[in-house]
């Protein structure tokens, strides 16, 4: 029977992990990709318990001609609040029992490496696509939707947005849906991506846990498959990694119900932001807009968030005369990241406002709002690894179940909040 790694050998490995990516370069690769998770406010103490964030706001607070005025018309202000908790998400990787035996018996480190710089890239981006995916979700999770026209007696379906195709990788575990809202049923099968097709041609093909290719009907077995469907990545339907901003910042006429215990038909545009509908304007003219209206309603719009594609039109717009500026992300903790976000500024009625895009935005939203209402809450750093059982321990590495292979963990403890919704605007394009 092959025996496990030894208690050096182990340290050895966990030593080289946090070598080749220690906690700030972790997070740094983690954040790279999108400017909301990067540069939102990062809080690293948020603890077990349910967090608690108030949300008050009042009429009259005593102002009048007169003192008898004042003091007759004087109110106490509403008060609401959202209630959340962290959530997990849990990254795991494998490296082979016979190459840290190999290491054992020849102390070459540089056989690890290698092996361990590929498992741990794959990993990080896996880690990095659900953050940057989530951030901008409304916590159901849906990662794409079967077009009209696809047949699901076959293989492989159309996405009904070619955008969402980012949010597939060969391999990517997957359920699927009928509604995309929250209480719904979802399959309790699952399959995996086998392939995506390209931005033209936006499909993706699926196979069974064996590696066969699989019909989309056949794959779900437990529903009946149909265009229209919504796809998940596997167990995070009605439970995603966390709140994004579609989830505070929904579409809504005035009654957008209620969300984390809050009741935000009280007073829908300070609980869950302001609505615009863009389509028939530019680009520009829906930053000046969406600005104008934001100030209107006694806020201080500071950011303007958007997909890449929409940005390409801006720039189009400016005959691709706009001058790129680079914006650090946030710190985190006790950590200065490195990290910066390219976009543009355009003034606004109560000063710049920073123009950011982003490829995990939609196409058919944008947001206009402040920065600093967005925190990412977080018990301890945002992603860290976990070596062992104990703090700070290595020395109990886990060996995977069957199998020779030795098992190594990231994890993260994130909640996601939006501190003042009325501070945003969600524009509809």
């Not at 190999?102 to 990993?123: I, M, N, S």
């Not at 309790?188 to 993706?204: K, L, M, Q, R």
Request: charged share 20%; net charge negative.
């Amino acid at each position: 029977m092959a025996t496990g790694p030894s208690t050096l050998t182990q340290h050895i490995l966990g030593g080289l992990v946090r070598e080749i990516w220690p906690d700030e370069n972790l997070i740094e690769e983690v954040i790279d990709e999108d400017p909301v998770l990067g540069m939102c406010t990062k809080e690293t103490d948020w603890g077990y318990a349910v967090h608690h964030h108030p949300l008050g706001w009042g009429a009259n607070q005593g102002i009048g001609r007169t003192f008898a005025d004042a003091k007759q018309y004087k109110s106490t202000p509403s008060q609401a609040e959202f209630q959340l908790a962290t959530r997990e998400m849990h990254a795991a990787l494998s490296i082979e029992g016979k190459l840290l035996r190999t290491f054992e018996y020849t102390k070459k480190k540089a056989l690890l490496v290698d092996p361990v710089t590929r498992a741990g890239e794959l990993t990080i981006d896996r880690m990095r696509r659900r953050f940057s995916q989530t951030i901008h979700g409304d916590g159901v999770g849906v990662i794409g939707r079967i077009a009209s026209g696809s047949n699901v007696a076959t293989s492989t379906i159309t996405l009904d947005d070619p955008n969402d195709l980012k949010n597939f990788e060969p391999d990517r575990p997957v359920q699927v849906e009928a509604t995309g809202a929250t209480g719904g049923t979802v399959s309790t099968e699952v399959a995996f991506v086998s392939s995506i097709g390209t931005e033209d041609s936006p499909t993706v093909t699926l196979k069974d846990s064996a590696g066969n290719a699989v019909t989309w009907a056949a794959a779900f077995p437990s529903l009946t498959v149909a265009t229209g469907f919504r796809i998940y990545g596997a167990g995070t339907y009605d439970n995603d990694y966390f709140y994004g901003l579609g989830a505070y910042l929904p579409l809504h006429t005035g009654s957008p119900g209620t969300f984390l215990t809050c009741n935000r038909n009280q007073n829908p545009g300070w609980l869950a932001g302001r609505c615009m509908t863009g389509t028939n304007l530019t680009v520009y003219q829906r930053i000046k807009k969406a600005a104008r209206l934001a100030t209107d309603a006694g806020e201080k719009p500071d950011t303007y968030l958007l997909s890449t594609r929409n940005f390409e039109k801006l720039e189009f717009e400016f005959d691709n005369k706009l001058q790129l500026q680079k914006f650090p992300a946030a710190d985190v903790g006790k950590y200065k990241l490195g990290v910066t976000y390219q976009g543009v500024t355009v003034q606004g009625p109560r000063g710049p406002i920073k123009v950011l895009p982003s490829m995990w935005m939609p196409d058919s939203v944008e947001r206009c709002g402040q920065m600093d209402s967005l925190v990412m809450g977080s018990i301890g750093p945002l992603v860290h690894w976990d070596m062992g059982n104990g703090m700070g321990s290595m020395s109990s590495m886990r060996t995977e179940d069957a199998t020779d292979n030795r098992e190594l963990r990231a994890v993260s403890d994130p909640a996601f909040l939006v501190k003042k919704p009325g501070a945003w605007v969600r524009v509809a394009v």
